[in-house]
């Protein structure tokens, strides 16, 4: 797929925060001076369209700066806005590189079931086979029979080895299991899924310090990423989940998935902003190839609703 042509699905991924700003601002903006008053009124719009207080009020002092200068249309705003956003975003792009030595690179995947975890790890898995790279997937999420057996469908679909183990199963053996296997046959990356019950957040907590313990006895920089997989209809509950995440597994970098026009896509601005935690990459569908690298202007002109892939 072309950039112009992801733009445009990403574009229809962030509508309805673009169309939030839209209905937001209309009326606000007109020839006249800005005030103030309307100025308080364009940085509530801003937060009411999910972009945070933080960013509102940088696109506030932004337009106060510019007001005796320009002639202020919706379109202008918008275009400040779409500045301003990739001013926050651009510092934590960055990409899920390979870089581990010894291999494997070991992914640990944490995420809310119904986040979109198990096929995102797929999507993963994908990106890394086609820039040749050698993919091991590890079943860990031992609580859900349904997740284990949706991993193995996707293995098998893009064509790569995976480890499982029964239900209820240790999910640190299958890890250990993994290494040994990747350590054995060369495999440059392991990718592993991992439990998402939040609401038993100790036991989960407890889970994922056995699984580090076990990574640790056989490689003490492991686990190199810990990726967390954020579903983008939820909104603010989004940054809840960074926040609880962040103390149970230490995580190091993010995914943002579901952009299908349903999206309050403002929460990755917000994100970016309070906890500027890396952005890896963001997924707009179900396909293989609905998952690329993070692009922060992309996604600051999405989400302001400005027309054209140019960064």
Sequence with gaps: MSDAGWFDRLSAGFRKTSDRLGDNLAGLITKAQLDERVLDQI????????????????????????????DLTEARVRAIVAEELEKILAPVALPLEIEA????????VVGVNGSGKTTTIAKLAHLFLEQDYGVLLAAGDTFRAAAIEQLKVWADRIGVPIITGPEGGDPSAIVFDGVKKATAEGIDVLIVDTAGRLQNKKGLMDELAKIRRVLGRLNPAAPHDVVLVLDATTGQNALGQIEVFKEVAGVTGLVMTKLDGTARGGVLVAAAERYGIPIHAIGIGEGIDDLRPFNPGHAARAIAGVSGAAS
Excluded at 45 to 67: C, M, N, Y
Excluded at 101 to 108: A, E, K, N, S
């Design 43 to 70: 940085e509530e719009a801003l937060i009411a369209s999910d972009l945070g207080p933080e960013t509102a009020a940088k696109v506030r002092a932004r337009l106060a700066e510019e007001r005796f200068e320009i």
């Design 101 to 108: 030595f010894p291999r494997p690179q070991v992914i640990l």
